[in-house]
């Protein structure tokens, strides 16, 4: 008997639910007061007009080494649009090959999470994409430096002046951010649960189907809802049982260190799950590899539901149908360095 034979066997109670088209649709329907399927259309973002013009900006800085101090660490680095999104590694390394604290969370979707990073700090992507240029375990770099980098350079002279044609003085810090946020929130991936939530019955296979009933009726879904499968709201890791040390790092207080509140201590943003089968590290430690240990780790801490194997299975087989089709990236040919061109530094540049 096949792993997944013995799942659908012992899933019977949900698989219950599913017994043709209209168990289906049944199914359908309580998923979709939970869950919204992606929009088929970019979305817009807060105070900043998405345009063609943008998004070409935008993408070109995203791959641009040269946004950091040593010329070596582009968005991409950390974000890699080749591996889901992040870099697959337990923390990324940044400036002078510094280990930074968490583990990268993936810029697809995330124009749909609640706010930027695992503390919730950056209340939109343009603000996210402040930080880690001026981060000193990252990019290590100025504003101004980034300025004077841009300035240097004649096509992104004018190509900033495309995005932004209503300015003087086009080549801004803040608007290197709001070209970045453009072409980040095109990056959506359209996933069979989407399809499934469309009206696609035999978009998700019969186990998926009986993991979706089951991430929903053991309360997954609480926590990890909307467009993109969770991103919204905040809740300590360790909710009934403190998952341990190994994964749940001490020093790490989470949101605390942004609200210096003490019931924050210990508390994260709910992790968007649309492509998680492909961003292994898992958690804000990047301590798990396996997708199916954080989902038995998940069950134990936050919902104290110690799942069995097939429950652990089915679940694992929902989340691999929200591995979406990535947008078509070509890499973009950037702007040449001219004699004005700051030079890269392996030391952190400061004031």
């Known amino acids: 008997m096949s792993r997944y034979t013995s799942v659908l066997l012992a899933c019977s109670t949900a698989l219950a639910a599913l017994s043709g088209p209209a168990m289906a649709n049944e199914l359908r329907d309580a998923a979709l007061e939970m869950f919204k399927p992606l929009p088929s259309t970019v979305p817009a973002v807060r105070d900043n007009p998405i ?27 950390c974000h890699n649009l080749a591996t889901g999104g992040d870099d697959n590694l337990e923390t990324s390394i940044g400036h002078g090959w510094q280990k930074g604290p968490r583990n990268a969370p993936t810029v697809l979707n995330a124009v749909f999470n609640e706010a930027q990073f695992w503390d919730g700090r950056a209340e939109d992507l343009k603000e996210q994409a402040k930080g880690p240029v001026q981060a000193g375990v990252e990019m290590a770099n100025t504003p101004e430096q ?9 096509d992104y002279v004018a190509w900033f002046k495309n995005a932004f044609p209503d300015e003087g003085e086009p080549v801004t810090f803040d608007n290197m951010a709001k070209a970045i946020e453009a072409f980040e929130a095109t990056l959506i991936t359209p996933a069979p649960f989407d399809a499934f939530l469309n009206g696609d019955d035999a978009a998700l296979t019969e186990v998926q189907q009986a993991g979706l009933q089951l991430f929903m009726d ?4 609480a926590c990890h809802n909307g467009v993109n499968v969770g991103g919204t709201g905040y809740y300590p890791f360790g909710v009934v049982q403190n998952p341990g040390a190994e994964v749940l790092p001490e020093g790490d207080k989470g949101r605390f260190q942004v609200t210096k509140t003490a019931d924050d201590s210990y508390v994260f943003r709910a992790g968007p799950l649309r492509n998680i089968a492909l961003t292994a590290p898992y958690f804000h430690s990047g301590k798990v590899w396996d997708l199916k240990e954080a989902v038995e780790i998940m069950g134990s801490s936050q919902l104290g539901e110690e799942l069995n194997e097939e429950e652990a299975v089915a679940i694992t087989a929902f989340l691999e149908s929200l591995t979406g089709r990535m947008p078509e990236i070509t890499y973009p040919v950037l702007p040449a360095e001219t004699a004005r061109t700051p030079r890269p530094s392996g030391e952190v540049i400061t004031k």
């Open 218 to 221: 053991k309360g997954c879904a």
């Open 146 to 154: 980034v300025v004077a980098t841009l300035v240097s350079m004649p």
């Open 51 to 77: 345009t063609p013009e943008k998004i070409v900006l935008g993408k070109a800085l995203f791959f641009d080494p040269r946004l950091s101090a040593s010329g070596v660490f582009s968005c991409n680095s």
